[in-house]
């Protein structure tokens, strides 16, 4: 089979796994997948951009998105930095340590995140190779759900599995650490952050219950 056909094959296999992903499937691994995007590094001129035309609804989830809207308006990338920089930075350590190990044990690198390596190999996710950050980081956790939502790494996994993998790497401690992130010193555009974020945690635990009801 030439490189061509491989890239032929990939495409039509990637076409085929979203056609497999419901509307309300890409929207919440959409959701994922942002708040990754804004929680691995500080907002950029364009991100900011883009966060300055997202719109809500009068949900209260759709409320916090409106908020960031406004607060990304009118902040500045350097600002961003600086204040990212002091939450998750710092000189030594930043305000917060956005990591399960550390909200779970008190420690980094502890047994949250061996079970996280070990699932991850299991599913057939992988660490990318420019990003050094253990795997256990919020931004981390959020786009491997979105991976598994939509079916990155290969097909859309089963909302069971989802929920499994929810239930032991991002439940437990998310919510404790957007809520952390609503109320640092700090926070200012990353609150705001941290409000959508825990919004969207507790829609997802909800969606998760009714799903599981259903189906027992």
């Known amino acids: 089979m030439s490189r061509q056909d491989r890239i032929e094959m990939d495409e039509r296999m990637d076409l085929k796994h979203k056609a497999d992903v419901s509307q309300e499937d890409r929207s919440r691994a959409d959701m994922y997948n942002f ?21 809500g609804d009068q949900s209260e989830l759709g409320k916090a998105v409106e908020t960031l809207k406004r607060v990304s308006k009118v902040s500045k990338p350097n600002s961003v930095e600086i ?23 008190g420690f980094l690198n502890e047994k949250p995140l061996a079970a996280l390596r070990r699932d991850m190999v299991n599913l057939g996710l992988s660490r990318a190779s420019n990003v050094y950050e253990p795997e256990d980081n919020i931004a981390s956790l959020m786009e491997m759900m979105a991976a598994l939502i939509v079916g990155r790494f290969g097909s859309p996994v089963s909302l069971g599995k989802q929920l499994k993998f929810f239930d032991k790497h991002i439940r437990p401690w998310a919510g404790h650490f957007f809520t952390d992130l609503e109320a640092a010193e700090s926070s200012i555009l990353y609150a705001s952050v941290g409000s959508v974020g825990r919004l ?6 909800e969606a998760f219950r009714m799903s599981a009801e259903k189906s027992a």
């Open 200 to 205: 969207f945690m507790e829609i997802e635990v």
């Open 83 to 105: 204040e990212f920089n002091k939450l998750f930075i710092g000189v030594g350590r930043g305000e917060l340590l956005p990591y399960a190990s550390y909200y779970l044990t």
């Open 35 to 55: 708040l990754g995007l804004v929680l691995a590094r500080p907002a950029d001129e364009i991100l900011l951009e883009q966060m300055s035309q997202l719109s």
